[in-house]
């Protein structure tokens, strides 16, 4: 693994079944770079609550590990159902994902899913993470 580098990373999250669109992070973020794939790592504050985000991708795999009050465990791949599993103080749950689009480019991870309970679809969401080299000033 080689060292982390900073970088600005914008991450938003758009839902089709409310319509909105919302920035969950903005700001600073490290990035790793492996033989086979990257990592990305940040702090998001979204809903007054502070989380450490892990986002690893290697073979067009995108795997999530989000820290806080509680622990949530994704992975996307194009076309193959995965899960989401969140586990809290109110206990554990788990949804179905179909993954309809996953795009890795080195300023861009986009992944588009419908979130499922059971078979039935309870919304199709979009997470897109879009990363920027950092500007470092000279004097």
Known sequence: MKHLHPVICRVTRKSVS????????LGKAYLSQFSDGFSLVYHESANEENCKVTLEVSDEIITCLRQGEAVTMCSWQ?????????KSAFGQHLFNVMTHQV???????LVDYELLVDKDVIDRIEMKWEIKEEIHESN
Request: glycine content about 4%; cysteine-free.
């Open 18 to 25: 409310d319509g909105k669109s919302e920035v969950i992070h």
């Open 78 to 86: 194009n076309l193959v159902p995965t899960s989401i599993s969140i």
């Open 103 to 109: 795009v890795i480019q080195r300023e861009l991870i």
